[in-house]
């Protein structure tokens, strides 16, 4: 499977711990092409459908035409065993944002 940053798949997130996101649901694969393809591993970001639109920590998108937000606040690094099927990507708009609020985030 070659799986490519800004997709949006479907991935078994149990078991969870404590307040991590959990059970199957769509996450947003956030790590750069060159790592989707020689690692083990992707880096996500989960999508939810509970909506909090003054959360800094969250970016509202449609995924297969419902109305979601991604949850960088809950990014994490899984198994490509855990994706299953891919459902979306984000158009070249919301990736720029996605980029630039996780480097808010997390950068300097």
Known sequence: MT???YEI???????????EIR???????VSHNAMNKYLKTVVICPLTSKLHPQWRTRLQVKCANQKAEIAVDQIRT????????KIDELSKDKAAQLRKLITDMYGE
């Open 9 to 19: 798949y479907y991935a078994d997130l149990n078991p969870a711990i404590g307040s």
């Open 3 to 5: 799986i490519k940053r």
């Open 78 to 85: 899984i198994s490509k065993q855990r994706l299953k099927n």
């Open 23 to 29: 059970k199957i649901r769509p996450v947003v694969i």
